[in-house]
Structure formats: C-alpha cells, structure tokens
C-alpha cells in the first residue's frame, strides 16, 4: 500500500500543496497534521507509523514535513529499513530502496535541522536586537490605574464584565484572571 504524510507547523497553514502532489502520485491514504516538526510525539504520523507494514510506500512531498530533527529523521529511518518500508520524498526526489536515496536521505536531513537551527538563532538575535532598543513584544500591560478601576466594578456586582470592559479598556481576560489571582 502506498501512504502519504502531509504536515504544517502551524494551524493557520494550508495543507493543499502537499495534499494535491501526494494525490498526483496516487496514494492510496493520507495522513495530515498541523503540528510542529519538531515534536517527537505526532498523532497522525504515530497513526501512520501504526498502520504500515512490510513492503508498504511513504510518500511525502518533502522531507522537512517527516521532521526537522536529524536524529528524529534518523530514528524514522531506521525503523523503515527494519520494517522494509520504502521511503519517497517527490521535492528532494528520494527513494530510500537505493544507496543514493539512503545518503541523499541523510544530508537533506541535516540540512533541515541546520535550516531550523539557524531560523532559532536569526529569531533570537532579533529579538535581543529589539530589547537593546526599548522594545518588547507580547501584550501590552495594563495600567495598574485602570486594573484597579476595572476590579472595583466587578466587586459592586453592578455592572456586566462587558460594561466593565467598555468603562475601563481593560480585556475579559486581564480582569478574569486579576479576579482570580
């Protein structure tokens, strides 16, 4: 049987790309996943990990969707050579049945984890540059002045959260959590 494997990082993300260059290769099933690649536990993919046996195909449309880590990717494809599960990727035009699909598996692998690595670094670079400079993402605080305003009106019972809300600026959420805290 010839399985697909499609996957995003995140939910916003489409899956159409992959799903249609799978359909063009005519798997017979696909397993899709928003979820990131660097995460060792994936529903559909532990589904699909399942489900094959010996003599079955996975085909995906690159390897960065099966993982992004080199040892994930290695330990993945170990366990399809021990099971003698063929390994396609149509992007990189890899077939692990043969000594060039199995290197070429290998370097593509570590070029995704360095791709990521440095993805993290230029993030994290970026973010110390905009501290340095004053900034600092995430949601704004609010105004004590405000909170306690906001906290007042919730405690008279005389007003709605939503009133509230409007009144002070202060968000459902903000005031919930101030509440509970």
């Avoid at 949601?139 to 004590?144: L, V």
Wanted: net charge positive; glycine share 6%; charged share 30%.
């Amino acid at each position: 049987m010839i399985y697909g494997y499609a996957r995003v990082s995140t939910a916003d993300q489409n899956l159409d790309r992959q799903t249609d260059a799978l359909k063009n290769y005519k798997v017979d099933k696909i397993f899709c996943e928003k979820i990131s690649g660097t995460k060792k536990n994936r529903p559909e993919l532990d589904k699909l990990l399942l489900e094959i046996s010996s003599g079955d195909t996975i085909v995906i449309e690159s390897l960065s969707r099966l993982g992004r880590s080199v040892k994930n990717l290695a330990e993945l494809m170990e366990f399809f050579n021990e099971n003698k599960i063929r390994l396609v990727s149509l992007k990189e035009t890899i077939d692990t049945t043969s000594s060039t699909g199995r290197l070429l598996f290998t370097i593509i692998s570590s070029l995704s984890q360095f791709e990521r690595d440095v993805l993290a670094e230029r993030t994290s670079e970026g973010l110390k540059a905009a501290r340095a400079r004053g900034r600092f993402g995430g949601r704004p605080k609010t105004a004590n002045e405000k909170l306690n305003k906001a906290i007042a009106l919730y405690k008279t019972k005389e007003y709605t959260i939503t009133e509230i809300t409007e009144l002070t600026g202060v968000s459902k959420s903000t005031l919930y959590r101030s509440v509970k805290g």
